[in-house]
Each structure stands twice: as C-alpha cells, then as structure tokens.
C-alpha cells in the first residue's frame, strides 16, 4: 500500500486531468480509487452515505432547484422581470446577467450574453463577456439556493443564513470592483421600455419564497432536519412558477428533461462518497498535521478552483483539513466566507469555468483578451482578501 499522502497527489492529478468531465462521474471515480489505495471499505462508505437522512434530503433539494430554474428560464418570466425594471444601461448590464446567473442552467451564460451584447453596442466585445462573467456570478455567491452554498455550510457546518450575512460585505466589493473596473466607462442610458415594478416583483416571487419558508423553518424549528423547509419552499415555489408561467403537463416534462436534473442529485452522491472516504483515508489526518498556514490553504484554495473550475470539489477537500488541523468542529465564520471566496473567484474566471467558454464562443473572442479585463476586479478582491487574512492573524 502507497504512502497516504502520495494516494492524495494522485486523485488530484486524476481529478485536474479529467476536470473538464462530467464532475459526478470524476469524483465517483476518484472516490473508488483512493477506496482502493488507502484500503477504505468502499461499500461501507457508500452505505453510510445512502443511509443519512440529511445526504437523501439533500438530494431531493438539488433535484428541485433546477426544475424552477427552468420554468423561469423556459417562462420567460426571468426576461420579462428584467425587461420591466427599465433601468439604465449601467444597471441592466449588471442585473441582467446576475439575475439570470440565479438560474442553475447548463450553458446560462448563453442567455445572458445576447442580452449584455443588445444593451450596449459600443462596449468592446471582450469587456461584455468580463462583464456577463463577472456579474452572472454576484448574485449566486450569495443566494441560499445555490448548490455550492447549501454544501459549503454542511460541510463548514455553519448556518446557512449565517453565511448569508457574513457574505453580504464581499458581494457588495464585488459589486463595486466590478462596476469601477468594468461598467463605468459604459455610457449610461434608460432603455425606452415601459416601467412596470409590479411585475418585476412579481416575477421574483419564485426566487424569494423557497430561501423566506427555509429561513423561517430553521430559525423557529431547528431541531428538525433543515433540509425539509427548503424541499417544502422549493415545492412551493415550483407550484407558483407553473401558475405564473401556465405551464401544462405536456411542457413542464420537456423543461426537466432539457435541465437534465439527475446530474444534480449524482454529483452531490459523489461529492458526498468522495468525502466519506476522504475523511476515512486518513488523508486530512496527515496534511493537518503538516499545520499549513490558513494564507497558504486560500493560496490553494484559489488554485484548485482556478485548474478545477469547480467550487463544491475544493471545499470538499480543505475544508475537512482545515477542521483537522484545527480541532474544531465547525469552521470559524471568517475564515469560512475567505476561504469560499478565495476558491469562487479561481473558478469565476478559469478558462475551463463554461460560463468563460460560452462567453468568449458567444462573441468569438479569445480567453488571453478577456482575462486582462477580469485580472482587475479578481486581483483586487484577492488582495482584500489577504489583508483581511492579515489583519485577523495580527
């Protein structure tokens, strides 16, 4: 049997080789492999995985998520909120993307780019796909329903609202690097479009009323398992789409088989298997006891999420060394909320990120001429986050 540590080196070769793959089948597969090498009884693991409730819940949730993404989508409900708002250029070019970036649709980018291109015709075309880039991703860094966040607080084991608000000040720098670095220059305008808030809200109903019903649950029921609130939020949530979209049996079938929603639910087993015999391996055990320090683990952090192009994969991985190394239970809050932004911005602008891909398709460009107009606002957030880092270590 190989040393523990060279068994790591070797599933993350094999995930970063296959990173472009479908995730689920990857980490399934690394799963098997590091079973095999640390001697971990696979099939053990997979029963403890199958046999927890909240894990089983989880994968319902992940099941509904893009069911209403897809009737906003497939709706046009999600156009229609932003067309109403007739907001000026400036605005429509951050809100446009970032409100359809809430959406957990294969290939988004692509309905958010032809709206950012129509917007503003003078904008170099490499500056609208930083732009879609960067903004598609404000609003889902912060937003209950994202995948990413849902695992994040597992694993952390931290509220999920907690998070919420902890993350409210790096949206908002976000935001601003984004709007300084990228949207001022825009000449700023109103569209001629009629004004019709009432719809706007309307329209976001959907969104807002699954994370409302789970905050409620958790806050006043906690003793019962979270997850629950958000399976009965998101069932209503479906239920007022279908109605607002008038949407028959016939349509709703063909929106879930283009969503393709079992991808969802395979790729939380996975990453849940996958942790169940990281955790099992001894892996954390060793590289915690290596006592890295926490600017070295965002270093990393952001490395994983740039060469992986996933966000989930590098909590799953520093996040259970962190608490070893810690001896904690749960991550402190802080270093939590640097921790998940650091890895979100290696993953916003990769160039295997598909949001990335599309975009620069979309307006036949190239990567090397885009990054430099998104090197601004990630090199800034990067470098707050180390101050931040800094000054909490003082």
Request: charged share 10%; aromatic share 12%; net charge positive.
């Amino acid at each position: 049997m190989i040393p523990v540590w060279m068994s790591f080196i070797l599933i993350i070769a094999i995930i970063i080789v296959f990173s472009k793959k479908e995730l689920s089948l990857v980490l399934t597969l690394a799963a098997i492999i590091l079973a095999v090498l640390t001697g971990v009884n696979l099939f053990l693991a997979l029963f403890s995985v199958l046999t927890n409730l909240s894990i089983l819940l989880l994968l319902l949730v992940v099941t509904l998520i893009p069911i209403l993404g897809g009737i906003m989508d497939e709706s046009g409900l999600m156009l229609e909120l932003i067309q109403k708002m007739n907001i000026s250029k400036r605005s429509a070019m951050m809100l446009a993307p970032a409100f359809f970036g809430l959406l957990p649709i294969a290939g988004g980018a692509l309905m958010s780019a032809p709206i950012v291109e129509k917007i503003d015709k003078e904008t170099r075309p490499t500056k609208k796909i930083a732009i879609n880039v960067w903004y598609r991703h404000v609003l889902i860094f912060i937003y209950p329903l994202s995948v990413q966040l849902i695992v994040g607080s597992i694993l952390a084991n931290i509220s999920l609202y907690v998070i919420v608000l902890a993350l409210i000040l790096p949206t908002f720098i976000m935001f601003l690097t984004g709007y300084f670095s990228l949207v001022h220059s825009v000449q700023s305008k109103k569209e001629d479009l009629e004004r019709d808030m009432k719809r706007v809200l309307h329209n976001l109903i959907p969104l807002i009323i699954a994370p409302i019903i789970d905050f409620i649950g958790r806050t006043f029921f906690p003793f019962i398992f979270p997850e629950l609130f958000l399976i009965i939020g998101l069932g209503l949530s479906i239920f007022i789409a279908l109605k607002f979209a008038q949407f028959n049996g016939e349509k709703l079938v063909k929106t879930i088989k283009k969503m393709k929603i079992w991808r969802f639910p395979l790729l939380i087993l996975a990453i849940f298997l996958f942790l169940e015999i990281f955790l099992l391996s001894g892996v954390p055990q060793v590289l915690g006891n290596l006592h890295f320090n926490f600017l070295f683990l965002l270093l990393i952090g952001f490395g994983l999420g740039f060469i992986t192009g996933r966000v989930q994969l590098p909590l799953s991985i520093l996040i259970p060394i962190y608490l070893i190394q810690n001896g904690l239970a749960s991550m402190i809050l802080l270093d939590f909320v640097l921790l998940y932004w650091s890895i979100f911005l290696g993953y916003l602008i990769t160039p295997i990120h598909p949001c990335v891909a599309y975009s620069i398709n979309y307006f036949k460009m190239d990567y090397k001429s885009t990054a430099r107009y998104l090197i601004l606002p990630t090199a800034t957030c990067l470098i707050i986050i180390f101050l931040a880092q800094g000054f909490l270590s003082l």
